[in-house]
């Protein structure tokens, strides 16, 4: 059994909103007075006026306190890509925490390689002292094979949700009266996710 590690670069024009190293307090307090204690939370997005707007700068302060508070929600993240979006930038993100870069448009990434990595040997082994950490090895991957594994993947939760769908529905939406819809969110998930796989593939010909 395998993990992957995509080797991506940003095509070029694409626009990263860069977080700080360290959320800058005088920017938060700013925001605090003009806003209130909810501009701070995950909440953030009902604290702005509808004729108010964020600068980049109150939006990176924003997003680097939350962060490093390790208190984004799913929400907040919905929030923070209608601002991203809005502010015209493709993603967000710094390249030396745990975070990463964020990139919401996958035409904005360009595959260079893929790696292998063996799941046996993804157990590192970490010393006290931080200073030592043991690495798996890497080996190249074929894309087409993964792209086929992933089809296969998508089809097949595609048959278990429309038999599901099918043969389970009354008994579950007794147990659960938002279970069809949930079935109709996850088929249009899988729809999404083999468009994506549709598109790579036409960049890649």
Request: charged share 30%; hydrophobic share 35%.
């Amino acid at each position: 059994m395998h993990s992957y590690i995509l080797e991506l670069a940003l095509t070029p024009g694409t626009r990263v909103l860069r977080l700080e190293d360290s959320p800058d307090r005088h920017q938060l307090d700013s925001l605090r007075k003009e806003f209130g204690h909810e501009i701070l939370t995950n909440q953030f997005a009902h604290a702005i006026p509808s004729n108010k707007h964020l600068r980049p700068k109150e939006l990176v302060a924003i997003i680097s306190h939350l962060n490093h508070l390790a208190e984004l929600n799913d929400q907040a993240k919905r929030d923070i890509r209608k601002w991203v979006s809005r502010l015209g930038y493709h993603g967000y993100g710094h390249t030396m925490d745990d975070l990463g870069i964020v990139i919401y448009d996958p035409s904005r990434l360009r595959l260079l390689k893929i790696w292998a990595v063996d799941a046996n040997e993804i157990g590192h082994s970490i010393s006290n002292d931080l200073q030592r950490i043991s690495t798996p090895r890497l080996s190249s991957s074929v894309p087409a094979k993964l792209l086929r594994r992933a089809e296969l993947e998508i089809d097949s939760s595609e048959k278990r949700l429309r038999y599901s769908q099918e043969n389970d529905i009354k008994e579950e939406i007794m147990h659960d009266p938002d279970y069809q819809s949930k079935i109709a969110e996850r088929l249009t998930e899988l729809e999404h996710r083999r468009k994506m796989l549709d598109e790579y593939r036409s960049r890649q010909s």
